[in-house]
């Protein structure tokens, strides 16, 4: 058997390692509730967006700043690295980690990780943190499977700003930087846990369980 996991799996296991070990080893899953179709809507309708700019072999506006980046431009692999039914995975014994990037960018010969957001509001100074895991587990994906990767990623972030007499929406846009963490040292704490026995410490949402 292998156990897949995942970036939102691993943000799962940061906020409660027993409701991670309950749904990975247990396959015993938190009630799912309603998922906002926005951010799902908007990732598709970005991605067309850029892809468009990448056959130019130009950046859009959004990103103009980045000067000696280009956007990655093999197609198939990008098509795949995108799907949340294949994505990046890397395998280690019987436990397999999987991630779907947005985009990727690419400096001379080495990759950085794009990953689009959809807010509510601007951002506040550690709205990126909450991001943090999820783009170091992307760059340790990338560098398992033989890429040389920048110590650095990018979160460009799209808010709404107004609406315009004839309706349309006005989306305002911010690109953090941040640096490259220890996406491995989170994996295989992943790892000891779903090897491990049952955590005893309950939160709210598995204490019935």
């Known amino acids: 058997m292998t156990y897949k996991i995942s970036p939102s799996t691993i943000n799962l296991m940061l906020e409660c390692p027993r409701c991670f070990w309950l749904q990975i080893v247990k396959n015993i899953k938190r009630p799912a509730g309603i998922f906002p179709s926005l951010p799902s809507g908007m990732d598709g309708i970005l991605k067309v967006h850029f892809d468009k700019f990448m056959e130019k072999g130009e950046l859009p506006p959004e990103i103009k700043e980045l000067k000696g980046c280009g956007l990655f431009d093999d197609r198939e692999k990008l098509k795949i690295w995108r799907s949340n039914f294949k994505g990046l995975e890397y395998t280690e014994g019987d436990v397999m980690l999987r991630g779907a990037v947005d985009n990727i960018l690419v400096k001379g010969k080495k990759l950085i990780v794009l990953d689009y957001k959809t807010r509510g509001f601007p951002l506040k100074d550690d709205t990126h943190e909450h991001y943090r895991v999820q783009m170091d587990l992307y760059n340790f994906l990338l560098r ?49 846990l779903i090897k491990g026995e049952e955590p005893k410490e309950k939160c709210e949402w598995c204490k019935g369980v």
């Open 144 to 192: 398992k499977n033989g890429y040389d990767t920048e110590d650095y990623s990018y979160l460009l972030f799209y808010y709404p700003n107004r609406v315009n007499d004839n309706g349309e929406v006005v989306f305002d846009t911010k690109l953090v930087k941040i640096n490259v963490g220890d996406g491995e040292k989170v994996f295989k704490k992943a790892i000891k």
